[in-house]
């Protein structure tokens, strides 16, 4: 729609396209070996066979860019982009969004000087409580995410494997897994180079192996209003295609989270993969260090002024590399969550899609020149004859 | 031609009639009569004839060179002192030193004939009388000639000379008959040739070592080995070879095949057979086993395989026809001799033996100096004695001779410059942006690799905690807390270098070099199947023999055409006759063949026919069939046989069977007739004579048999002067039956004119001023004039004159000077007979298409073989050259002279522009800035004629940057007589000043070099031979097809090329630069949020197929757009399509568009749920559409294809992501099976994404066109 419309045929002084099948060519002749145009020997004596293909003359349409078609589509984007924008900038501002950091309020007083220790050991009580207010109504369903800073969930370790002897491609931190492995317990060894060091444990596999599941973020929430409880519906939260091929039913976690450092959540290994949908969200890597991942839903309404209180389990440790963890309860739009961007840019590039058809409004009206005028030739132009480049 | 019979009855009416004696009185003995006699004059003459007018002395001389010239004449008089010089001095010091180079380079075979028909005189032998041996003689002779000093003084000097020229080290010695012996010290060079370029053994390495001179090459090379590197692989290792290897075996394979075509054609070649001597007898023998010193036997019609010097022909006098036309172009018979001795000698079939001590192998076809040691005596044998490989025998039973160079070493062998592998100037340019590109890449991989040394550095201490960075083992077992994969921060960065090499590598795009093969194969489809460009008269199509140059054709600025078969048709045709001071020729009757046939068949009973047909006037064919009564007819009748007697036009008959008619020369019923001269012009003359009746029947040395209206006359050939660029005309002097002697002339007006007789009555005086008015009115047509004079001859005028002219026809010294002087003699007191005027039919449309070149701002040079005088009137008929050009003519003779007339031209060219108020620098930035027309203010536009022996010097002297400028300046160039190389030579002289382009286009064996040697060479399918079209780059019919090529597709292939190089870098940059800018967000680790199938894809399917069909199907404009507007042309070698300023302009618009690309989505889901490959598809649809649309909006013509192409690919984009997401051993697996993909659509994510790139693009295109129409 951007494109400019097409004339038909070509309409400028200087190029006229239409050529007259007749003055070129005395026409038909049997086909000639126009395939054989690397073989320099072949002088055929026929002459080339006459098409429309071949002289290069097929009907074809110009655009020509002229200064009205310019304005006209730049005013039409104008029209089109900035309802677009401001659709999009209230729909987001529709949206309700709670954003609460809690990863630092969590640490007891007392370990603040030594979070590393109270975090990685088991003992400590890691249980917190976070309140905080919805400040505006929040139509169910209200989306939970956690959010994670500086979490290169996208790092891309190289592969340095032991030279010749492994076939190892790629093992970084997002290939740091083994998706055969997870699709069917036929598969449980396979691929598990590709999860070094996290393979095995002795000679067993691991299941699921790899970073990526090692890393798993294993926080609880638990909501409440005004001491009720809110239901979080955590099923449904990961991708269909996660749940009906990428996850096997058969599978079942194995010697996870087994080994000297754990790095995240244990799995119930009763319950198959393809229905632990925390993992199947984990799973699917983050573009950038900074993400949100689906935790799960409240179906029902929240009120404003409604204070809810979240009884985290603060287990992941990001205080390793300095992250930071948020609790996120958002509501969506048709154009997702809360992001003004969106309409900001549609907004942006309308503005200035007008104000150039307007510029160039006022250029053409008071600098008009004819199309095609040869005078504008620059050896028309210039009688001396010199051009400069 | 001489015959065994005795020729004499027309001759000897003076006092030498039967004697076979040479006696003082001078008077003339034919061959037949003194070769018996005595061998020895012929050799003196031999040696008088060629030798002091070699180049190669001239060349050895260059000392002393500036003695030739004027001086030459002034010294000569001594050694010329029996003259009464009827010539003043002053008149000889006028005499230019045209005249030599005249003599020497044409060594001219119709001379040296002449020379040895009527040399012999006894007077030579007195003046020789005390030579012991004849190698003094030709150093006299040769000195003499040479240096113009008298005898005694520069004997001693001469011997020195003669030393020189064959100094025993130097020379090659070859014993007849003997090859064991000449092979036994020196190994010369078998007969075998060989013109491919590789072996079996050797293809491999040579053809990849020849193909890695493309840096991109390297490069892909050096990517694919950094990816065996276990720690860098980050595409398989053998897939990443692939690219590599598929564009190494195509263009293996093309290479291959074109090589054993070659091989195939020297197979063919080598294993031709031919007659040689072995042991007494003639065998059979192959080309490729003939040794030098053998003797060997050609017959008629076979091509000659080495060079061999002549021992025998089937002719006693041993005269031989060739034809050189495979190697210099020249379609007409020379005559080549054997030695009177050897000749004999064979022809009594002794067996022969001695020994050639001849020059080294060189280049020049024009000159061969050797001597012969034959019976214990020596002989010198020059140009003449030596027939060349790729000649043809003509009109001779057989030749006897022997090899004396053989295979590579022969002269058509070195002559055939290798012709060197070709690339076009874009793809050069190219190379150069590449190396930008590298310089990029290897920025980007320096911003990562530093990056990534920070970061680590940052996180060192944390390195083992990170959850996605582990750099320990922490599971228990062997392994434990030994650190893995982590060779330490330095090593790590250099790895993140390497590797991020190998993901940005389609930086620069190996896919480009497929494609434009592939665009270039289209673009050859289109060129060859152009229907414009169809010679429907020879049925020859256009041919493209090179597909790596066919933008090259729309950068053009010097165009070098050869003239003969090139610009003209090589037809010559007798137009218009003045006789008598009457026009006729105004209307020709060629549609009447009916009457001409009742004519000729009423009064005629001749029983052959020319090959050609030429139209006659009516008028003038019915005063000739008149009785031989009345002024009028007997004018008619003297300008007729004038035509057909004052000429050196050989008849050939052959029959109409198959049989061989060579030796039939005397049978009647030979039917057809041609003419076989040096000069089409003569051939037209008497082929003109011809159809009035006036047939040239027979020639002989000293007679010739004019059919007159079926009455068969014989003409005594007194003698001879043949043309020359001094006296402008030639003069034959010939015995009438009836004993009348009559001097016959022919020349150029202005020579002619003024030797007519003044005391003429009043019927004379109408007469001249009405052919005067006749003559300007042809020359006003373009037409080529002659005027035709005769006088009689009394007897006293004519022993004074014979005596002078056996003097000098058979001097050593001055041989030149000495005929003009006596040609002076006779030449006088001319009573006109009429005028000719002949028409070298240009090829159709060639002063248009040399016009539109001109236009278009293509310098147009002409390099012919040709004399000077017609080379200018070619160049005025096809308005290369117009009248109020002011001629430079540079024709040199010796360093100095060059010097000389090349300071002088400049002088002019730089008076002029100083003239123009400006200063000298104007001069040269003209040169420079002459883009288009030049300014109008310039008064004369000047035109530079030089010829080949003044090149010979500037060509290899630093006089070569002087010709430079001169040439550069003048608005034409004419070179004239030049030698194949020099043509090359001539070429290089701009190739290697400038960057300019050129092309160079002929048709003949002569003009290969010049067409290897521009960056574009053109052949024109025509008479002479498959040389030309073999050499070159493109073939086809006619010259005028040039300007369709170079003005239509030549501009459509360099725009369409152009574009296509500056989108496959804005195409891989873009992608690359998304690649980058996401590695910035990943910690500097080269994550791809891409696929490796996309990544793959992107270039080969994704974009490729719109990138092709635009390369070879959009136009700018129409043909006949740029056939009206020639000056559109310039864009060209403006390099309006493609520069670095453009690459710059596309760098930065990439940088922009990639950045809007990768940032929209980017701050879009900033913070958000969406996984990596997800957006990772987003990006790479989104890469597609936008390079898509880029490229829509660049597209000038829209036809169906290209919708298909553009649209279809984006659909094919999307469909190969949607499949890909549907294999589930991929990560990516599901996305758009979950309707992910739809979701983005309903969000509006996706077009939203679009919108900005568009508007980008739309608002830089608009931006263009903007900034266009205000410049405009």
Same mark, same amino acid.
């Given at each position: ?314 287990? #992941? ?14 509501? @969506? ?11 900001? =840019? ?44 | ?36 006699? +005595? ?21 050895? +001389?260059?000392? !002393? ?271 080549? #001799? ?263 068949? =009423? ?49 050939? !008959? ?121 003559? @300007? ?16 001859? @009394? ?209 003949? *064996? ?80 080269? @994550? ?9 894809? #992107? ?49 930065? +618009? ?64 999307? *469909? ?57």
């Amino acid at each position: 729609m951007a494109m400019p419309s097409f004339l038909e045929e070509d309409t400028t002084l200087i190029d006229v396209n239409r050529d007259d099948p007749s003055s070129s060519s005395e026409g038909g002749g049997s086909d000639g070996d126009d395939k054989s145009i690397l073989a320099h020997e072949i002088e055929s004596k026929k002459p080339p066979t006459y098409s429309r293909f071949t002289q290069q003359e097929l009907p074809a349409c110009k655009p020509i860019i002229t200064p009205k078609l310019v304005i006209v589509s730049f005013t039409l984007i104008g029209f089109l982009f900035i309802p677009i924008g401001k659709t999009a900038l209230s729909a987001s501002n529709n949206v309700v969004e709670i954003a609460k950091r809690y990863d630092m309020e969590c640490i007891p007083e007392i370990y603040s000087n030594n979070i590393l220790h109270y975090i990685q050991s088991v003992g400590t009580n890691k249980t917190c409580t976070v309140k905080f207010t919805v400040p505006k109504h929040m139509k169910g369903p209200v989306f939970i995410y956690y959010q994670l800073t500086n979490f290169y969930q996208n790092y891309r370790k190289m592969s340095y494997g032991v030279p010749l002897r492994s076939r190892i491609k790629d093992t970084k931190y997002m290939g740091s897994r083994s998706d055969r492995q997870l699709t069917s317990k036929a598969y449980e060894g396979a691929e598990l180079e590709k999860c070094e060091p996290l393979e095995k444990v002795g000679e067993e596999p691991i299941v699921p192996c790899g970073l990526v599941a090692w890393s798993m973020f294993n926080d609880t929430y638990s909501f409440s209003v005004k001491d009720k409880a809110l239901i979080v519906n955590k099923t449904n939260i990961a991708w269909e295609s996660d749940k009906e091929t990428r996850f096997g039913s058969d599978v079942y976690p194995k010697n996870f989270q087994t080994g000297d450092v754990i790095g995240g959540a244990k799995l119930n290994s009763s319950i198959p993969l393809s229905e632990q949908e925390d993992l199947m969200v984990w799973m699917r890597t983050a573009t950038l260090r900074n993400f949100r991942k689906l935790y799960g839903r409240i179906d029902v309404d929240l009120e404003a002024n409604d204070e809810i209180a979240v009884e985290i389990q603060n287990n #992941y440790n990001s205080y390793g590399y300095g992250g930071e963890k948020l609790l996120v309860l958002s509501t @969506t739009s048709a154009f997702g969550g809360q992001n003004k961007f969106l309409g900001v =840019a549609y907004l942006t590039v309308g503005g200035f899609c007008f104000f150039f058809a307007i510029i160039f409004a006022i250029i053409y009206h008071f600098k008009r020149r004819e199309i095609g005028d040869t005078a504008y030739l620059s050896w028309n132009r210039n009688p001396v004859g010199y051009y400069m480049k | 031609m001489t015959s065994g019979r005795p020729l004499l009855s027309s001759l000897d009416n003076s006092s030498v009639s039967g004697q076979p004696l040479l006696h003082h009185s001078g008077s003339l003995g034919t061959l037949g009569v003194s070769r018996p006699a +005595d061998s020895v004059n012929t050799s003196i003459l031999h040696l008088a004839r060629g030798e002091p007018f070699e180049v190669d002395c001239l060349e050895k +001389d260059k000392g !002393r060179v500036h003695f030739v010239g004027d001086n030459s004449f002034r010294s000569a008089n001594p050694v010329g002192e029996s003259f009464d010089s009827v010539v003043t001095t002053k008149r000889l010091q006028s005499l230019d030193s045209e005249f030599f180079e005249e003599v020497s380079l044409e060594c001219s075979t119709q001379l040296s004939k002449h020379l040895v028909s009527w040399g012999a005189t006894a007077k030579e032998m007195l003046h020789n009388d005390n030579n012991a041996t004849f190698s003094t003689s030709f150093e006299i002779s040769r000195d003499s000639g040479n240096l113009g000093k008298p005898k005694r003084r520069s004997r001693p000097k001469s011997l020195q000379l003669d030393e020189d020229v064959l100094r025993e080290e130097d020379a090659r010695f070859i014993y007849i008959n003997d090859p064991r012996r000449t092979n036994d010290q020196y190994e010369f060079t078998g007969n075998e040739i060989r013109t491919s370029k590789y072996t079996l053994i050797t293809f491999l390495p040579k053809n990849i070592f020849i193909q890695f001179h493309r840096v991109a090459y390297l490069y892909f090379l050096a990517i694919a080995a950094l990816n065996q590197l276990p720690p860098l692989a980050v595409f398989g290792r053998t897939v990443s070879l692939f690219p590599l290897l598929f564009v190494l075996c195509v263009t293996a394979i093309k290479d291959g095949y074109e090589d054993w075509r070659r091989h195939r054609s020297d197979r063919n070649e080598n294993n031709r057979e031919a007659l040689i001597f072995q042991s007494g007898q003639l065998r059979s023998k192959k080309w490729k086993h003939i040794r030098v010193g053998e003797v060997m036997k050609i017959s008629a019609n076979e091509t000659i395989p080495c060079d061999m010097v002549l021992l025998g022909t089937s002719d006693p006098s041993g005269v031989a026809y060739i034809q050189t036309m495979n190697l210099d172009g020249e379609s007409n018979l020379k005559t080549r #001799y054997a030695r009177q001795e050897t000749s004999l000698a064979v022809f009594e079939g002794r067996a022969i033996s001695g020994l050639i001590r001849c020059e080294q192998p060189n280049r020049n076809i024009y000159e061969f100096t050797a001597n012969m040691e034959f019976n214990g005596q020596k002989y010198s044998l020059s140009q003449s004695n030596i027939v060349l490989r790729g000649c043809q025998l003509k009109n001779t039973g057989w030749i006897i001779g022997v090899v004396v160079y053989a295979g590579q070493e022969t002269k058509a062998m070195l002559n055939s410059a290798a012709s060197p592998s070709k690339r076009s100037r874009l793809e050069n340019y190219m190379n150069r942006e590449t190396l930008w590109l590298s310089i990029f890449l290897f920025i980007m991989c320096l911003v990562v690799a530093t990056g990534m040394g920070l970061w680590l550095a940052q996180y060192e201490n944390q390195l083992d905690y990170l959850p996605y960075y582990r750099k320990r083992y922490f599971t228990l077992g062997k392994d434990y807390r030994k650190e893995y994969k982590f060779y330490g921060i330095p090593m790590e960065i250099f790895f993140s270098f390497l590797s991020s090499i190998i993901v940005f590598q389609i930086m620069i795009p190996i896919s480009l070099y497929i494609t434009m093969e592939l665009v270039r194969i289209g673009q050859s489809y289109f060129m060859i199947g152009d229907s414009h460009m169809y010679d429907s008269i020879s049925g020859s199509r256009f041919q493209c023999r090179s597909l790596n140059i066919n933008e090259d054709l729309g950068q053009i600025r010097y165009v070098f055409s050869d003239k003969t078969g090139t610009l003209t048709e090589n037809k010559m045709e007798f137009r218009r006759a003045s006789v008598n001071g009457k026009n006729y020729g105004g209307s020709l009757l060629t549609a009447d063949p009916l009457q001409t046939e009742s004519i000729s068949a =009423a009064t005629t009973n001749r029983r052959w026919k020319l090959k050609s047909t030429i139209a006659v006037d009516s008028e003038l064919l019915e005063l000739l069939h008149k009785d031989l009564v009345g002024d009028e007819r007997i004018v008619a009748h003297d300008f007729f046989l004038a035509l057909a007697a004052c000429n050196t036009v050989i008849p050939i !008959r052959t029959c109409d069977g198959f049989s061989s008619c060579t030796d039939s020369q005397f049978f009647e019923d030979a039917d057809t007739m041609d003419y076989q001269g040096e000069s089409p012009d003569e051939q037209a003359l008497v082929s003109a004579a011809s159809a009035y009746g006036y047939t040239l029947f027979e020639r002989t040395s000293g007679h010739i048999v004019i059919d007159v209206n079926g009455e068969k006359l014989r003409f005594g050939v007194l003698g001879m002067h043949e043309f020359d660029s001094v006296r402008k005309r030639m003069s034959v002097v010939i015995r009438f039956p009836n004993n009348a002697v009559k001097v016959l002339v022919k020349g150029a007006d202005n020579s002619m004119l003024s030797i007519l007789a003044k005391d003429s009555g009043r019927d004379d005086h109408a007469r001249r001023a009405a052919t005067e008015s006749h003559l @300007t009115e042809y020359s006003s047509q373009g037409l080529r004039t002659l005027v035709i004079a005769a006088r009689d001859l @009394t007897e006293e005028e004519l022993e004074l004159w014979q005596c002078r002219f056996d003097d000098a026809s058979t001097s050593l010294t001055d041989r030149a000077a000495k005929l003009r002087q006596t040609a002076a003699l006779i030449e006088c007191d001319l009573t006109l007979l009429g005028a000719t005027a002949i028409e070298d039919r240009l090829q159709e449309g060639v002063p248009e298409t040399i016009e539109s070149l001109r236009q278009a701002g293509i310098k147009v040079w002409v390099l012919t073989g040709d004399k000077q005088e017609t080379a200018i009137s070619i160049g005025l008929s096809c308005k290369l050259l117009t009248k109020d050009m002011e001629q430079i003519i540079v024709n040199g003779n010796s360093e100095n002279e060059c010097r000389k007339l090349l300071a002088d031209a400049k002088a002019k060219c730089c008076l002029k522009s100083s003239s123009k108020g400006s200063q000298y620098l104007k001069c040269n930035e003209n040169a420079e800035m002459d883009y288009l027309e030049r300014p109008e203010k310039e008064e004369v536009p000047l035109a530079l004629i030089i010829d080949g022996n003044s090149l010979v010097y500037i060509l290899e002297k630093e006089l070569e940057s002087e010709l430079y400028d001169i040439a550069t300046y003048c608005k034409v160039v004419v070179c004239c007589r030049v030698a194949p190389l020099q043509k090359a030579g001539i070429v290089d002289l701009i190739k290697s000043r400038t960057d300019d382009m050129t092309l160079a286009i002929g048709d003949g *064996a002569n003009d290969v070099s010049m067409i290897q040697m521009a960056d574009v060479g053109v052949g024109i399918c025509g008479q002479e031979g498959r040389q030309a079209v073999m050499a070159s780059d493109f073939a086809m019919g006619q010259f005028r097809f040039l300007k369709r090529l170079l003005l239509v597709h030549g501009h459509w292939n360099y725009q369409r090329i152009g574009y296509l190089v500056l989108y496959n870098f804005y195409r891989n940059a873009v992608f690359v630069l998304m690649l980058f800018w996401y590695i910035l967000f990943t910690a500097f680790s080269t @994550t791809s949020a891409l696929t490796d199938w996309s990544s793959v894809l #992107y270039s080969v399917v994704y974009t490729s197929v719109p990138t092709i069909v635009v390369g070879i199907l959009d136009k700018d404009l129409s043909h006949r757009t740029l056939l009206q507007y020639p000056k559109l042309y310039g864009v060209g070698y403006r390099h309006e399509a493609y520069n670095i300023h453009l690459f710059w302009i596309t760098m930065a +618009d990439t940088l922009w568009q990639s950045l809007v690309l990768f940032g929209v989505p980017l701050v879009t889901y900033k913070e958000s749920t969406i996984d990596i490959w997800s957006i990772g598809n987003l990006w790479t649809v989104a890469v597609v559409i936008l390079v898509n649309i880029h490229l829509a909006m660049d597209i000038q013509r829209w036809v169906l294809i290209t919708h298909v192409a553009v649209w279809g690919s984006v659909i094919i984009a999307f *469909a190969c992501v949607v499949v890909l997401d549907s294999i589930p051993i991929f990560p990516n697996y599901g996305l758009t099976s979950s309707g992910v993909i739809v979701k983005y659509l309903e969000t509006l994510h996706h077009p939203k994404l679009k919108m900005p790139c568009m508007l980008a693009s739309i608002a830089h295109v608009h931006a263009r066109c903007l900034r266009k129409m205000d410049i405009d």
